[in-house]
């Protein structure tokens, strides 16, 4: 199994910066991919970037452009650069550890077998106008 735990959330005006981390330990040799995703009140997880073993990183368009995924093998620390940060930003952000190869990204729904990967609990972000 594989433990995550997040942080570097807080509140932020439109417009400003910030870095979220994802400290990963356990069996960190059975991830094959880590993506962040988030959750507004009243609205379904969702899906915002991966990054895969390999190095291929992805992102939903509507942030594309402003934030960067990124990994730190060293350290089995994976990073969330949030840029340009807009009220539509606020949210839960999790970090989630996928063990497979072959499913889709970025789905419509997030689950929550734990064979198939782990969630941390959650970091908040907060965007004001």
């Known amino acids: 199994q594989v433990q995550l735990v997040e942080s570097g959330g807080g509140l932020v005006q439109a417009g400003g910066s910030l870095r979220l981390s994802c400290a990963q330990s356990?069996?960190?040799?059975?991830?094959?991919?880590t993506d962040w995703y988030r959750q507004a009140p009243g609205k379904q997880r969702e899906p915002v970037a991966r990054?895969?073993?390999?190095?291929?990183?992805n992102y939903v368009d509507s942030v594309k452009g402003r934030f960067t995924i990124s990994r730190d093998n060293d350290k089995d620390t994976v990073y969330l650069q949030m840029n340009r940060l807009k009220p539509e930003d606020t949210a839960v952000y999790y970090c989630?550890?996928?063990?497979?190869?072959?499913?889709?990204?970025?789905?419509?729904?997030?689950?929550?077998?734990?064979?198939?990967?782990?969630w941390g609990q959650g970091t908040q972000v907060t965007v004001s106008a």
């Open positions: 989630y550890a996928d063990y497979t190869n072959w499913r889709q990204w970025p789905r419509e729904k997030a689950d929550y077998d734990p064979e198939l990967g782990s």
């Open positions: 356990g069996a960190t040799w059975s991830i094959h991919a």
């Open positions: 990054i895969v073993s390999g190095g291929e990183t």
